[in-house]
């Protein structure tokens, strides 16, 4: 017997070191033969040099030691001729398949070795190879992918066309944690098929989530390995063994992401953002200009720091001294808004870095959207030579409230509070400085990315995470420039605040209509699915939402638990509101004896009890007080959701009094627990709902849906971020 | 040979007229024997009758006999030996598989035969069966269920045990249209399998709809087949055979539905609606009484009709005089509103059939909904006994307003239209009433339904589908008790008006609290879903959404074509616009290079032509007015979305008045499309969105996804009612 791969095994090798140097050097005589793929045998090496099980095989020179193989391997085996003189092996008679006893591998062995030897009389014949093969189990797919954005992902499905046909398959940022990769077990749709459904075997999960984990390390510790298919994998009760490998390669050298360390963006943002100077390079006197609104912005926003306009002649504007250029003004300027047209920004920038400014705020167009790629390029280029951070271009600039900064040409916003938001585009800018003002959302900041010829949104997550005044995050955007770089600042921040995402282009259509407004790739949406998620981050499915959740989710506090309690006086709404948790991945408590029945002390006897607790239309406010009272005081409830029906009896400001004097009264006690309410009613109801929201109860007219998802993104972030056990 | 079944042959005996009296006779067998399921035999019988091509199988009784079968059959075949006497074939060697020529099966047949000599030499043999195999194609499973509220359901999916997990299933009532079968094809999430991919051959769709609709008719024309499964059926390109049949029958006697005819539905539900007399039973002048609000609500709400206040002892009620019953007034009395105690009402029911009344609502609680079934029982004996259709119990009573009818104790509402609405719940009742005051949406009519203890959804949708001052019905409910009525009613209703339906319960949460309010059983969500569509029916994800509709689509032009058009001043809305479009099924339209160079003209050289027009932020209003009117004036463009972006240049209400000069401009040349906005900007685009949805334009401010879903509700109705293409 020679050749008997001793790794490879049904449980695989877990818990061994990989052999790196192994694959270092296959891959370098790759590199050295200028290929682009690895052959099978050379894939059967990377993965034993990883511990990846792959079959066994052996090649055996006589009947006795291929029987001997074949047994210690386990049957089915398959025999095929070894031989430099054969090329066609099937047409030789050189290939036997599905070999189930020891004597019939004896026997084939004979009879291969006579069929070659008819076929070829002078062929060369070196023996018998014996391999191991897999039947049973379940086919899945393990793969690895380099993403433009993301990098190395590993990737997890089933196999089989119906699956393809379904494209049920899940993706992760490579290196895996086994934690992600069991996750991926759990990521896929049919995932069922691998707890044994109908008599079969559950799989073994930690063979399959270590094989997961290996291929995700391989990938990384191996950037050349640019994809990876282990396809299929067959996985059984015992273990997974991956019946072929392909993998492609790319030596060619990959571009250094340019990326400022974590305190130099620290320091930067923080000049930018809280600055002591601001200079308004274009300012005007002149109504109607944008260097005129941006000066108007600042002075009448309350900004108490010093502003310098820069104008070629003007010796003042808006009462303030003006100067012909930044070098001009005495002392440190920390951040300039640019505010000339685009073809002069990059002599302005040259002079800001001569100045050291640490940011410049480049609102004009004009640049890669318009097609002017190059001037784009300078101005990067100009931005990294004088270590100038670059906002935009093509922005409407930046709210900072608690320095009432209002860097930007468009209204005026003094909704001061803890949410800080940014958008790509200008209009959903807009759209959020609206809703902001109109629900009377508490915003830190609002920042516009534009072009994001420099700073991306994660500069503006490391600065959030550090600023007091923010405690929620939320960012529309169409790409992301550097997604590995944003996956690993925001796995950091989601464990502190919440962030919410909007990616738009989710969809072919729309990914379409992204890349003709930005001329950027817009990702494979499962990707930013699957890699948002791993991050902790909350994906919101649609602009009102992402503003819905900004708004809701800091007035929340934090669940301590996954149990869900609707406490309603509209059977019809507890109904939907049920439909809603579901829908959004909440768990409505079980509702344990005890509790019913103390439930049961304050409804009628008809209500409903259990969950949803149904108190019915016609109660006075005592039994909302008391059956609120009672969720909040026990323990086992984490969360509630009300459900209001307006009625004489209790009409809406009575029912939003009342509840928030048990909340109070809660509060008193130390006890705190998400509450959102849904209120159906005449058109009072709004005023009520606005009264619960501005104390802290998010509350919504006219919707069963919106309060539900809104708790159930305060849950997304607090389970992503480890909150809830 | 013997036995042969010739009406079996792999593309199927299409268009043969089914021999019910065959099945009959079959089913009168089993009834006679007292079984409650078919034998495999008995399934093959029912599937000849009907035209179902099922495995060609035929006695031989020599070798030679055997192998000219097999030929004629196509081969593979299986063997079995016929013998009384041989109860274990496979012990005895009586079983052969997989027989791919005459020559094999010659040599089976002896083989067989030996092999049953040898287990038992005096068995009586018969002969050997030959029974055509079947392989390849794709398996699907085509089964007929009879669901509580539907009845007969056909269904189709994919076999094997993924699709199960995944639960791909797809319904339709049976009997099923050529159409309804094809469009199940095209209605399971795994459909492309069934077009052919990887290179595997498409199925022949014509032979699977035609067995779908077989089925379909087959338990249609025998109301006992409660359950059938052909399962697998072998799909291949060139016809669709079952390889099993499994028949469930129950032959107990159904109870006959009450049903009156639409004639009679229409007349009663006239006199409802439109009653020149209505009987206040319970009337009161005591301030806080249910009976007191019904009065003033009448009153107040301008109603022009006779009032007449029933009071045992009071002479004048509110002005009106009062009578102790209702057959003391003098003339007819088209309807009565109840608002006695549960335990009075039965009583008052009896003296309103003695007065030939057409109508009572009953507004108190107190009958099935708290467990008094019994009591709900006998109003609804004593209602069927004198003709009188009763409305609830446990409702707020309905407003019908081209009459200023508001025969409800909620609060009075004049804010007139055409949509009619209904709800199953109070607070939901209540919530359309406060969103349609504060949306200013205009309505016909709001009908509480309750415990449906008579009156019914099909009901409402007889009486509007005739009603002129209605154009849309949006209805909320958490069952159907006669969903079979319904689905025929609606299937008629929609091709005429859209119907919109929120069904509460959709979830296995949602549909126990459904049943712990209304003690209603909730139907399989999938069910209501596929029927809904079958029926033309606009199903609302959720509350909002549903009155979104209702607000909406009877707004809305109904379009001529699929194409639609994205016109956006912010490339970020258009993105999100795009996302929107394709989760809710738009068309995108492809842009035709003579309308995007017509486009051009208009845009500066750096906007996006194509699909969406991206005019860019910075444009003044002649250019929205000159593209909006080119996509208007287009013959190829079939509806518009505008994205808007607030800017200095063109203010909020200056777009919105440019947009509703074009559209004036159109629609006096006859130009009408369906058109909706998203307005991104400060608050004054909240007074923009209002000013064009009044006039039309269904507009909303800092939402992308609203004006879509409402654009897309409008456009599944044009498609149900077969009004585009």
Known sequence: MQDTKTTAGASGPRGSKPDRAAVRKLLDSVRAQGRASLTAPEGKQVCDAYGIPVPQEAVAATAAEAAKCASAMGFPVALKIVSPDILHKTEAGGVLLDLKSAEAVAAGYERIVANARQYQADAKILGVQVQQMLTGGQEVIIGAVTDGSFGKLVAFGLGGILVEVLKDVTFRLAPASEAD???????????????????????DRTALAGLIVRVSELVSDFPEITELDLNPVFATAKGAIAADVRIVVDFAEQPERYRPSEAEILKAMTRIMKPATVA????????????????????????????????????????????????????DIDVAVVTIPAKFVAQALVECGEKGIAGAVLIPSGFAETGNVEGQQEIQQIGRKYNIRLMGPNIYGFYYLPENLCATFCTPFDVRGHAALSSQSGGIGMAIVGFSRSAKMGVSAIVGLGNKSDLDEDDLLTFFEHDDNTSIIAMHLEDLKDGRSFAEVASRVTRKKPVVVLKAGRTAAGAKAASSHTAALAGNDKIYDDVLRQCGVIRAPGLRDMLEYARGVP?????????????????????????????????????????DAAFRKFIPPFGAAGNPVDITGGEPPTTYQKTLRLALEDDRIHAVILGYWHTIVTPPMVFARVVLEVVEEMRAKGITKPIVASLAGDVEVEQASEHLYANGIPAYPYTTETPVTVLAAKYKWARGAGLIR
Do not use: F, W
């Open 181 to 203: 990769a069991l996750s991926m077990l759990d990521g896929i749709q049919a995932a069922e098929m691998l707890r044994g459904v109908r008599g079969g075997e559950a799989v």
């Open 280 to 331: 308004v390079i274009g300012a005007s006197a002149e109504e109607g200009k944008i260097g005129n609104s941006v000066m108007k912005n600042l002075i009448n926003g309350g900004y108490k720091g010093r502003i310098c306009p820069i104008h070629p002649k003007a010796a003042e504007i808006m009462g303030r001294k003006a100067y012909p250029s930044v070098k001009d003004v005495p002392g």
């Open 555 to 595: 007035v929340l506090p934090t669940p301590k638990g996954e149990n869900v309690l609707i406490l309603t006086g509209a059977g019809g709404s507890g109904v939907l509101l049920s439909d809603a948790c579901v829908d959004n991945g909440l768990n409505l408590m079980t509702m344990p004896p005890d509790l």
